[in-house]
């Protein structure tokens, strides 16, 4: 049995998950939760972590029972707290989550179309507010054909309706208060690029947390090249899933930064039980001084990007009580 270092007690804790949760509570309320009345993007960021919990402990994404995949996914939502704000952010962010945990049930024995149905009906409702998704449905394809084993023409057939399904439920309603050209235009997004290198709306904030993202991406692709056998077959395709996923996403960012907010929810989702693993799982001691800078590094992302909007905040709270003070 391998040696339990302080990374490993943290990691296995049951407290781990709750602390944070607190961490995220106490950045989303700096952020402008009551004031500002986000209490969708609060009831998204639950479910992702409800189902990406769950997500962890019904495939065994690690090999000791740990949360540190929800852990770090609330974590990393945290340091990226500026897309909290943006609704469309979280509900991209619900529907990547909700994918993988639907396709996760298919398998070679498996090859569920109810399942394959529901997985692409979550990626077609967020393609309705971020409709560049669908560049990833092909990947899916080809991912559930060689890592699920369950691409077969009735899976294929039930993609292709779930993706239709949200727009078949919402279209008649779209036409009835707006006009088809409308409609229309919402797809020829998919053909509208901006120009290569225009990193002008991406400020020191994001580019922080996005270089950190990346950083840890890299780490836990490495760890995964080199452990990764020790883990079950099936585990191991799985994590091929969000490596591929993770690495087209950054790929996307870097390409067409105007959707910045929206691709980094899908890179949370993806890093999340990459660096989960690498944190849980690893023993030695320098994996051990890596933990301490990894959560230190992420805890002052944190502090650094709800710094401005709790500033504004307080500034807001002390403007209020002074309009109280007899002066």
Request: proline share 4%.
């Amino acid at each position: 049995m391998a040696f339990k270092r302080f990374q490993n007690t943290v990691t296995e804790s049951k407290f781990f998950l709750p602390l944070a949760v607190a961490i995220s509570a106490g950045a989303c309320y700096l952020s402008g939760l009551v004031t500002n009345a986000l209490w969708m993007q609060l009831v998204c960021l639950l479910v992702s972590a409800i189902l990406i919990l769950e997500l962890n402990s019904s495939h065994q994404l690690l090999r000791v029972q740990s949360q540190a995949t929800p852990a770090m996914f609330l974590l990393l939502t945290s340091a990226a707290i500026f897309i909290f704000p943006n609704l469309e952010s979280c509900i991209v962010q619900l529907c990547a989550v909700a994918v993988y945990f639907m396709l996760f049930h298919c398998d070679l024995h498996h090859p569920s179309p109810g399942w394959t149905f529901y997985g692409f009906f979550c990626l077609g409702l967020a393609s309705m507010v971020f409709v560049q998704i669908l560049y990833f449905v092909p990947v899916l394809w080809v991912l559930m054909a060689f890592c699920f084993r369950a691409f077969t023409a009735r899976t294929f057939f039930a993609s292709l309706l779930g993706l239709l399904t949200p727009y078949w439920l919402v279209m008649p309603i779209f036409l009835y208060i707006s006009t088809p050209e409308a409609a229309l235009s919402h797809f020829s997004e998919l053909a509208s690029f901006q120009a290569f290198g225009d990193y002008s709306i991406i400020d020191e904030h994001e580019w922080l947390t996005f270089g950190w993202l990346c950083l840890l991406s890299l780490i836990s692709i490495i760890h995964y090249a080199n452990q990764g056998y020790q883990d079950k077959i099936r585990t191991r395709l799985l994590h091929e899933v969000f490596i591929t996923i993770d690495m087209l996403a950054i790929f996307f960012y870097v390409l067409q930064p105007q959707h910045h907010h929206l691709l980094m929810g899908i890179i949370i989702v993806n890093t999340s039980p990459l660096i989960a693993h690498y944190l849980t799982l690893t023993h030695t001691w320098l994996t051990n001084i890596s933990f301490h800078l990894i959560i230190l590094i992420t805890l002052a992302i944190i502090f650094y990007n709800v710094w401005m909007p709790s500033s504004n905040f307080l500034s807001a709270m002390a403007t209020q009580a002074c309009l109280y003070l007899p002066l």
